[in-house]
């Protein structure tokens, strides 16, 4: 298994600004992922994110609002630019072992916009 | 393209009580399912995963069981407790990038 740390927990931000969540993990993971569950939904796919390439977005998701770094195995960031109220959600990291078979998740960081 | 449905959406029973929470996807060409649970505002915890060629996996009071054919996978829940008390999702593995493809999850609440 791998443990995962996610900060900030929790961030109340206004609307136009820009907050990077940072990720990091316990081993070296090939796979990272970074997911979103809006209020009352499911988790959907922001991007991968695997080290030494560019991250790759889900459609409806794109770098110039999700900018995403992977510097090494251990860590990565997102970060939510020009904020609006919409992007209020929980932002999640997770990592694929080894075959990407099971993943395992951070505890998230809930952003509320005002 | 892969859809993940949970029934219920909610369930409330009493202290005591055996379960099942369903899940079922439109593709059958999976590699595994992954059961999670997450409590209000947190992050996910992994239950159990079950890779393509396993019929269950078993963990203390929990046991899933995946039927790849009809597309169907079960979270059985022995002798409920409130301390079971939370959402649980079900995913799939089979996102075109390596991911998860989750359905909405079952609110599960159990009254003392």
């Known amino acids: 298994s791998a443990v995962i740390s996610q900060k900030p927990s929790r961030d109340i931000c206004q609307r136009g600004t820009s907050l990077t969540i940072q990720c990091q993990v316990d081993?070296?993971?090939?796979?990272m992922f970074w997911y979103r569950q809006q209020p009352g939904q499911s988790l959907t796919l922001i991007a991968t994110a695997n080290q030494g390439s560019e991250a790759t977005y889900e459609s409806g998701f794109v770098i110039d609002k999700f900018p995403i770094s992977r510097p090494n195995l251990t860590f990565s960031t997102l970060t939510v630019s020009n904020m609006s109220p919409e992007d209020s959600s929980i932002y999640l990291c997770s990592v694929g072992t080894s075959g990407g078979y099971e993943q395992y998740f951070g505890p998230g960081t809930r952003l509320t916009v005002t | 393209k892969q859809e993940v449905t949970q029934i219920p959406a909610a369930l409330s029973v009493p202290e005591g009580e055996n379960l099942v929470l369903n899940c079922s996807f439109t593709?059958?060409?999976?590699?595994?399912l992954q059961w999670f649970r997450q409590d209000p505002g947190k992050g996910l915890t992994s239950l159990l995963l079950?890779?393509?060629?396993?019929r269950e996996q078993t963990s203390g009071r929990l046991n899933a069981s995946l039927d790849k054919s009809s597309g169907r996978s079960t979270l059985y829940i022995a002798a409920s407790q409130p301390g079971d008390s939370a959402t649980y999702l079900c995913?799939?593995?089979?996102?075109?990038?390596?991911?998860?493809?989750f359905g909405k999850g079952t609110k599960l609440s159990v009254k003392p």
């Open positions: 995913a799939v593995y089979g996102g075109s990038q390596g991911n998860l493809i």
């Open positions: 593709d059958s060409a999976i590699y595994n």
């Open positions: 079950i890779q393509s060629s396993q």
């Open positions: 081993s070296q993971v090939t796979m």
